[in-house]
């Protein structure tokens, strides 16, 4: 079998569970009903969405789930190395409570510097969240072209922009895990940042939510 008639990219998804100040986080309702938003919505051409999952918002805590959806993308039956028609992609969704706009997020920093504790309790200042990878001052980038996705975005209608800063919680711990792995695997990620829906209906970040992903399928 070859990979003729294999969508090009699949799309496995993730947000957070409710954390310090947020107690209803907007990503876990987005990631929780993007499946059947988008069977109504209809995919877009090319894309399968994957697993879609909720994460502890939890640093160290939260990040052996992620593993297991990483590891689950790239063992799944149809992912093989040898067929060069697969591309796993992860998209990742956080909010930030304070936000006006959708963020699309550039790079992560080898830093966790909590502000609070996070849901298990930890609260890291200046530490590495890799230390085989360096030092706190340590960037990691996505290839994907965060400037191209963030216009084809704002075309669309939608308050969005590239942000250079994922800050030094959970988000971006979570981030340069992903990052490394994408490297690692030959995988891409991508993190975006919601606001409060509060500030941004739930309809339109689920609208956002859908237009992300056809915006992912046309750069393939």
Not at 1 to 18: C, D, N, Q, R, Y
Not at 57 to 66: F, I, T
Request: hydrophobic share 35%.
């Amino acid at each position: 079998m070859g990979s003729e008639g294999l969508p090009a990219v699949t799309i496995h998804v993730t947000g957070f569970k409710k954390f310090h100040g947020v107690a209803e986080n907007p990503t876990e309702t987005i990631v929780s009903n993007l499946k059947e938003y988008m069977k109504k919505k209809g995919m877009p051409k090319g894309v399968v969405l994957g697993s879609c999952n909720v994460l502890e918002a939890a640093g160290q805590g939260g990040v052996s789930p992620l593993y297991q959806t990483f590891q689950s993308a790239i063992n799944s039956k149809d992912y093989e190395s040898s067929s060069p028609g697969r591309i796993i992609w992860v998209l990742h969704f956080g909010v930030n409570s304070g936000a006006t706009r959708f963020a699309i997020e550039h790079k992560a920093v080898n830093e966790a510097t909590f502000r609070c504790p996070d849901e298990m309790g930890w609260k890291p200042q200046k530490i590495p969240i890799i230390p085989s990878d360096g030092g706190i001052s340590r960037v990691r980038e996505t290839t994907l072209p965060v400037e191209e996705i963030t216009k084809s975005l704002a075309k669309k209608g939608y308050e969005v922009m590239t942000s250079d800063d994922a800050g030094r919680f959970v988000c971006n711990y979570v981030y340069y895990h992903s990052l490394r792995f994408a490297e690692q695997n030959g995988t891409k990620s991508l993190f975006v940042h919601v606001p409060l829906f509060l500030t941004i209906d739930e309809e339109t970040q689920m609208q956002f939510a859908a237009s992300l992903l056809e915006v992912l399928a046309s750069l393939y």
